[in-house]
């Protein structure tokens, strides 16, 4: 029986909904995101019995835009992990951020928390065409988050790009 396990968190919330999304999220307040992160980390005491015989290798914060929530709250759904889990010291930990809801305090506490694997949802460089999808970014603000995430230490990110 393999004992490795990969986790994904999903996180449903996004500044806003961009046209073409077919995943479960959308715009949220902050007392509607706490009870979600409330809800999760009852979810993964709940697990325990499956989570404490395994090996963590892989941690996927996946949405929806989990870039979103403030960098503290990625640290206490890290914390409230490695209270459960065996967290291997080799685990790639990746969190999707879309440009426009990345900051250095955020890099930062993603950083502490482990986190180290960015993959940024670019989805395209023209900038009228990411206007047609409904982002909330230009490839402008692409470039300056993905420059500032590699002066934070980011060296592991990947760029999702849209086709068709």
């Known amino acids: 029986m393999d004992k490795s396990l990969g986790i994904y968190i999903h996180i449903p919330f996004c500044v806003r909904k961009c046209r073409y999304c077919d995943f479960l999220s959308g715009s949220a307040n902050e007392e509607a995101k706490e009870k979600y992160i409330a809800a999760l980390f009852k979810e993964i005491e709940r697990n325990a019995d499956i989570l404490e015989n395994r090996r963590v290798e892989t941690v996927f914060f996946g949405g929806g835009t ?8 990625i640290a206490r759904i890290m914390k409230q992990l490695r209270n459960f889990a065996k ?10 951020a879309n440009p426009g809801t990345v900051t250095k305090e955020k890099l930062l506490q993603w950083k502490e928390a482990g986190i180290n694997r960015i993959s940024f949802g670019l989805q395209s460089a023209d900038n009228e065409e990411l206007k047609r999808l409904g982002r909330i970014h230009n490839w402008e603000e692409f470039v300056e988050n993905y420059q500032l995430a590699r002066a934070c230490g980011f060296a592991n990110m990947n760029v999702d790009l849209m086709s068709a």
């Open 66 to 73: 989990p870039s979103v929530l403030d960098g503290n709250i």
């Open 87 to 96: 967290i291997s010291e080799k685990a790639e930990i990746s969190i999707e």
